[in-house]
């Protein structure tokens, strides 16, 4: 009996959180929280994700804590389904609602990247057969100019071998992903999107949009023949040109976006 009894806590306490429940950072900037449901609804309507995908952001008050939605579709997020995480992907209080599986994606990023504030993850169609195939997506305009001259792929069978369901839902997966998206904007995951990450809502939501666009258009300049790509000075310079201007279309698309139902 003693030792089925020990078992059984072993057993139990193996399941057990590792960590205590965190603690809040306060309540976020009322516009940090209105701009992550804008940025949700405007990924929805530019196509950039549908039911799926999501879109976090830093908290204001804590670069240890983020803010992101309960798990919902993306054009349903309101200010009630906001919730804050810690860098382990643990909910401060989930409010007994599902959370994103693959919020690891979020806090891996944040843990191992100071300089970003916005993170989105989506399943984008145009870039998916970038992730797949030899072709390496590459800035073929000045729009897409943020994502250098060669955007990292993540491959989940080197980390999980090839039975894995191609979802981030782990923090050892998530820290890979963060790896190989190392100091860029954007990484590509085979089989699966993509993730974007930026210093703002704003930037990281332009980022999303005209990577998709991007690899829409290097796909028909693909059929047309050889294509010419931004060199690295080229992109560097678009780059420090169009940071300057994501609010002009961030505030129409967000406008729209967030029009009376």
């Known amino acids: 009996m003693r030792v089925f009894t020990l078992l059984a806590m072993g057993l139990w306490l193996g399941n057990a959180p590792l960590m205590a429940q965190p603690t809040s950072a306060g309540a976020p900037d009322p516009q940090a929280v209105e701009d992550l449901v804008a940025a949700s609804r405007v990924l929805a309507d530019l ?20 803010l ?4 919902m579709a993306p054009a349903l997020v309101k200010a009630d389904d906001v919730l804050e995480f810690d860098l382990d992907g643990v909910a401060v209080d989930a409010k007994g609602q599902a959370v994103f599986l693959e919020r690891f994606i979020h806090s891996e990023i944040y843990k191992a990247r ?32 943020f994502m250098g001259v060669d955007v990292p792929v993540f491959e989940i ?18 820290a890979a992903l963060a790896k190989v998206l190392e100091d860029k904007t954007v990484a590509l995951m085979r089989g699966h999107g993509s ?13 999303a949009y005209y990577a998709e666009m991007n690899a829409r258009l290097q796909s028909e300049a693909i059929k047309l023949g050889e294509v010419t790509y931004l060199t690295p000075e080229e992109a560097a310079a678009a780059a420090k040109t169009n940071d300057a201007l994501v609010m002009r279309p961030w505030e129409v698309w967000k406008r729209k976006a967030m029009k009376p139902e």
Do not use: C, W
């Open 47 to 66: 196509g950039v994700v549908d039911g799926f995908g999501h879109v976090s952001v830093r908290h204001d008050k804590d670069p240890n804590r983020f």
């Open 68 to 71: 992101m939605s309960r798990s």
């Open 114 to 145: 100071p300089d970003v504030k916005a993170v989105v993850h989506s399943h984008s169609p145009s870039v998916i057969p970038f992730g797949v195939s030899k072709t390496r997506l590459q800035p073929i305009y000045h729009m897409s100019s």
């Open 157 to 174: 069978r080197d980390v999980e071998g090839p039975g894995s369901d191609l979802l981030v839902r782990n923090r050892k997966l998530g």
């Open 195 to 207: 993730v974007t990450v930026g210093t703002s809502l704003p930037q990281v939501v332009f980022r």
